[in-house]
Nanobody, 124 residues
Framework: QVELEESGGGSVQAGGSLRLSCTAS????????MGWFRQAPGKEREGVGA????????YYADSVKGRFTISQNYTKNTVYLQMNSLKPEDTGMYYC?????????????????WGRGTQVTIAS
């Protein structure tokens, strides 16, 4: 059973920054993609971005391009989500996921391993 654990969530003012971490119990090279998703109350889970661990290639949703950066440290089995210029609409539970993502790196159904999430709240 592979485990993913997120950390780094919190509450910040709009314009601020947070860095989320996702540590896996296996090598990040186990999967094609490791992704970050978020879900706001009453809304569907949406893909924020993902990284292809074997090459380090990132992929972002349009809503976060230029503000969020995904990176990895394979020696720590960890993927990071650096979030800058945060907006109130970035508020939500953020989840880390890992899987084949054959169809799209931002499609939640393409992932079969999930963390429990970490809450991010952005105050206006």
């Amino acid at each position: 059973q592979v485990e993913l654990e997120e950390s780094g969530g919190g509450s910040v003012q709009a314009g601020g920054s947070l860095r989320l971490s996702c540590t896996a119990s296996a090598s990040v090279y186990t999967w094609n993609w490791m992704g970050w998703f978020r879900q706001a109350p009453g809304k569907e889970r949406e893909g924020v971005g993902a990284i292809y661990p074997k090459s380090g290639t990132p992929y972002y949703a349009d809503s976060v391009k230029g503000r969020f950066t995904i990176s990895q440290n394979y020696t720590k089995n960890t993927v990071y989500l650096q979030m800058n210029s945060l907006k109130p609409e970035d508020t939500g539970m953020y989840y880390c996921a890992a899987g084949p993502a054959v169809t799209s790196p931002l499609l939640s159904s393409d992932y079969n391993n999930w963390g429990r999430g970490t809450q991010v709240t952005i105050a206006s």
